[in-house]
């Protein structure tokens, strides 16, 4: 791969993103001799400039998202914050397995919202999904909020306009209801290949499904050991029952609590900080999106204790687009 200044400033970008570091961090002396030896024929651009090239690796990841999420029904979670200000924010994560059986968990979105209440979550929540192409939603799980109530009776509504948005008519959107669902009857089954997406074309009309359930049914047990890998036996068996493991990718996507969103930004035991706090709500967005989309470890985001570099931060994040 030939070196490129445009390629150099993107890797920059994502240098600062991936070890959260201030943007002023490319206008120091040490860094800028550091860079001339490296290649003198690099400049390392102003902070107002990494700003902007922050946002366009936000920008291009997200495309990148967007197209890979838009083949899969997912499962959603969804946390709320609140900053050192008294700013409230919206974590939502999103679930799925792929056709090789691979768990992912991306961060789609982190913003403000006006409050906690049940039709404000609701509400930022469709438009996190109306944003990124979402229709095709499994299970959201959210805190024991009273008001969360409110959330998923709303979620459900909207959702179910949508061609193919949820499965047997949302019963199964809210976490609770996967056990009341899944007793082992033969026509819950069904219903779940003829309302789930991934199931509807797997098979013909018939009694194919009953026939396939019964063979998983009448199977030996696996042999659950420390060692056992359930997506590697549900990949290893897939092309013995296409039906069945198609439900089973949809389901073993489903976080059971919202830990797994709040998992995805760890913040060491405090709220949101004073550096993050400084920022716009775009660019906090940007970076924590970012960071998560490009972390190949798998690490939670870890929202530090830091109180310097923010000045000429609103400076920066005025270069964003609206």
Same mark, same amino acid.
């Given at each position: 791969? =030939? /070196?490129?200044?445009?390629?150099?400033?993107?890797?920059?970008?994502?240098?600062?993103?991936?070890?959260?570091?201030?943007? !002023?961090?490319? $206008?120091?002396?040490?860094?800028?001799?550091?860079?001339?030896?490296?290649?003198?024929?690099?400049?390392?651009?102003?902070?107002?400039?990494?700003? !902007?090239?922050?946002?366009?690796?936000?920008?291009?990841?997200?495309?990148k998202l967007k197209s890979v999420m838009s083949r899969e029904r997912v499962c959603l979670t969804t946390d709320t914050w609140t900053?050192?200000?008294?700013?409230?924010?919206?974590?939502?994560?999103?679930? /799925?397995?792929?056709?090789?059986?691979?768990?992912?968990?991306?961060?789609? *979105?982190?913003?403000?919202?006006?409050?906690?209440?049940?039709?404000?979550?609701?509400?930022?929540?469709?438009?996190?999904?109306?944003? /990124?192409?979402?229709?095709?939603?499994?299970?959201?799980?959210?805190? @024991?909020?009273?008001?969360n109530d409110t959330t998923l009776q709303k979620l459900k509504k909207k959702l179910c306009k949508k061609k193919g948005g949820v499965?047997?008519?949302?019963?199964?959107?809210?976490?609770?209801?996967?056990?009341?669902?899944?007793? *082992?009857?033969?026509?819950?089954?069904?219903?779940?290949?003829?309302?789930?997406?991934?199931? &509807?074309?797997?098979?013909?009309?018939?009694?194919? $499904?009953?026939?396939?359930?019964?063979?998983?049914? @009448?199977?030996? @047990?696996?042999?659950? *050991?420390?060692?056992?890998?359930?997506?590697? &036996? /549900?990949?290893?068996?897939?092309?013995?029952?296409?039906?069945? &493991?198609?439900?089973?990718?949809?389901?073993?996507?489903?976080?059971? =609590?919202?830990?797994? +969103? $709040?998992?995805?930004?760890?913040?060491?035991?405090?709220?949101?900080?004073?550096?993050?706090?400084?920022?716009? +709500?775009?660019?906090?967005?940007?970076?924590?999106?970012?960071?998560?989309?490009?972390?190949?470890?798998?690490?939670?985001?870890?929202?530090?204790?830091?109180?310097?570099?923010?000045?000429?931060?609103?400076?920066?994040? $005025?270069?964003?687009?609206?």
């Amino acid at each position: 791969m =030939s /070196w490129t200044k445009e390629g150099a400033r993107q890797h920059l970008a994502k240098y600062i993103i991936l070890d959260e570091l201030p943007f !002023r961090h490319v $206008e120091g002396e040490g860094f800028r001799q550091y860079s001339h030896y490296m290649n003198p024929k690099f400049y390392p651009p102003s902070r107002i400039t990494i700003a !902007r090239d922050i946002y366009n690796v936000y920008l291009d990841e997200k495309k990148k998202l967007k197209s890979v999420m838009s083949r899969e029904r997912v499962c959603l979670t969804t946390d709320t914050w609140t900053s050192i200000q008294n700013i409230n924010y919206m974590g939502v994560t999103s679930h /799925w397995i792929d056709g090789d059986w691979k768990f992912h968990k991306k961060i789609i *979105g982190f913003f403000q919202v006006a409050n906690h209440k049940g039709d404000t979550i609701a509400n930022e929540m469709m438009g996190c999904l109306k944003d /990124w192409g979402i229709w095709k939603v499994f299970t959201v799980t959210v805190d @024991n909020a009273s008001s969360n109530d409110t959330t998923l009776q709303k979620l459900k509504k909207k959702l179910c306009k949508k061609k193919g948005g949820v499965v047997i008519g949302g019963d199964l959107l809210h976490m609770s209801k996967i056990r009341q669902i899944f007793t *082992g009857t033969t026509w819950k089954v069904q219903g779940l290949h003829e309302g789930g997406e991934h199931s &509807s074309k797997a098979v013909k009309r018939g009694g194919s $499904e009953k026939n396939e359930i019964d063979r998983y049914l @009448n199977e030996d @047990n696996d042999d659950l *050991g420390d060692d056992f890998d359930i997506l590697a &036996s /549900w990949k290893h068996n897939a092309s013995r029952y296409k039906v069945l &493991s198609r439900i089973a990718r949809d389901v073993l996507a489903s976080p059971i =609590s919202s830990i797994a +969103s $709040e998992s995805a930004f760890s913040t060491g035991g405090r709220i949101l900080d004073p550096f993050m706090s400084s920022l716009s +709500s775009k660019m906090v967005e940007a970076l924590i999106c970012s960071k998560n989309w490009l972390n190949s470890d798998g690490k939670p985001i870890v929202i530090r204790e830091y109180m310097d570099g923010v000045e000429g931060y609103k400076d920066c994040v $005025e270069v964003l687009p609206n």
